[in-house]
């Protein structure tokens, strides 16, 4: 069984930072590219970032680009999203994804297979 644990979400000023994690279980981690995705309140769900399977190419949404930071470890079997200069837009519940995708990068929902639960990131104003 496939399991993506997302980890990290809290309340901060804007500003600040945090760092999400994302431990998945259940799957050959190395086979997979990761992606961040974010939704608002009211919002349809958006493509934040994501990491090719060995951690060598990375592609950031340009809302996000120069403040976030994606990352893996693969004998950890995490995949890390970094977050400076939190801006309240920023607000969201982030979800982790595992594909194996067709194309690079891949944004889109549909191609990703698995999906974490999701972690509440709060930024305050």
């Known amino acids: 069984q496939v399991q993506l644990v997302e980890s990290g979400g809290a309340l901060v000023q804007a500003g600040g930072s945090l760092r999400l994690s994302c431990l998945a279980s259940?799957?050959?981690?190395?086979?997979?590219?990761m992606g961040w995705f974010r939704q608002a309140p009211g919002k349809e769900r958006e493509f934040v970032a994501a990491?090719?399977?060995?951690?060598?190419?990375?592609y950031y949404a340009d809302s996000v680009k120069g403040r976030f930071t994606i990352s893996r470890d693969n004998a950890k079997k995490t995949v890390y999203l970094q977050m400076n200069s939190l801006k309240p837009e920023d607000m969201a519940v982030y979800y982790c994804?595992?594909?194996?995708?067709?194309?690079?990068?891949?944004?889109?929902?549909?191609?990703?297979?698995?999906w974490g639960q999701g972690t509440q990131v709060t930024v305050s104003s």
């Open positions: 259940g799957l050959t981690f190395s086979s997979y590219a």
């Open positions: 990491i090719n399977w060995s951690g060598g190419t990375s």
């Open positions: 994804a595992a594909s194996i995708p067709s194309r690079w990068p891949p944004t889109r929902e549909y191609e990703y297979t698995y």
